[in-house]
T-cell receptor, first 112, second 113 residues
Framework: DAGVIQSPRHEVTEMGQEVTLRCKPI?????LFWYRQTMMRGLELLIY????????DSGMPEDRFSAKMPNASFSTLKIQPSEPRDSAVYFC??????????FGPGTRLTVL | GENVEQHPSTLSVQEGDSAVIKCTYS??????FPWYKQELGKGPQLIID?????GEKKDQRIAVTLNKTAKHFSLHITETQPEDSAVYFC????????????FGTGTRLLVSP
């Protein structure tokens, strides 16, 4: 299995621009998570999907952040407009059973 | 909500020595405690986990212990090897329809040959 796939691996953008991060979970996994990792705040859960439905979005920082999962094999995390404080590594993870979470390689986002 | 503290933030050992990383949690309702290893440029990977009905679990050179009364759990790595060098994260979770993991701040382990 290829594991969780994320794209792009690196993204550099300017403040105010829209950013879209993409994730392909492991086939057969029905749970998908988006996390953000920063030096200051560590690893934080942003949103959790189960069977393509958003279940818990309490970690989404503000309305500038949105996430979708149109089907079982694809999810996006969008930031619009982006700000320098959004700079972080964003991870997508999937799980078959809601226990072990399999993380992707992450997208390193830099907002100038 | 849950709060997880992790110590130490960095740990340097010689190859062959043991390494111990400790975590404490605040919510007594938490019942699932995984440990993740993150290598440079990669996502975290689960290495071992323990549930609140078990006091200790071993898997080859790694073991985890849990003290529910004191609300702390620890990761033990024996016979460390240079490839064990990475950042280790503990996490705590209470089932609320899913495992909502709250992570510790991480421990950077460096194993010197």
């Amino acid at each position: 299995d290829a594991g969780v796939i994320q794209s792009p691996r690196h993204e550099v953008t300017e403040m105010g621009q829209e950013v879209t991060l993409r994730c392909k979970p492991i086939s057969g996994h029905n749970s998908l998570f988006w996390y953000r990792q920063t030096m200051m705040r560590g690893l934080e859960l942003l949103i959790y999907f189960n069977n393509n439905v958003p279940i818990d979005d309490s970690g989404m920082p503000e309305d500038r952040f949105s996430a979708k999962m149109p089907n079982a094999s694809f999810s996006t995390l969008k930031i619009q407009p982006s700000e320098p404080r959004d700079s972080a590594v964003y991870f997508c993870a999937s799980s078959p059973s809601n226990d072990e979470q399999f993380f992707g390689p992450g997208t390193r986002l830099t907002v100038l | 909500g849950e709060n997880v503290e992790q110590h130490p933030s960095t740990l340097s050992v010689q190859e062959g020595d043991s390494a111990v990383i400790k975590c404490t949690y605040s919510d007594s309702a938490s019942n699932y405690f995984p440990w993740y290893k993150q290598e440079l440029g990669k996502g975290p990977q689960l290495i071992i986990d323990i549930r609140s009905n078990v006091g200790e679990k071993k898997d080859q050179r790694i073991a985890v212990t849990l003290n529910k009364t004191a609300k702390h759990f620890s990761l033990h790595i024996t016979e460390t090897q240079p490839e064990d060098s990475a950042v280790y994260f503990c996490a705590a979770s209470m089932w609320s329809g899913f495992q909502k993991l709250v992570f510790g701040t991480g421990t950077r382990l460096l194993v010197s040959p």
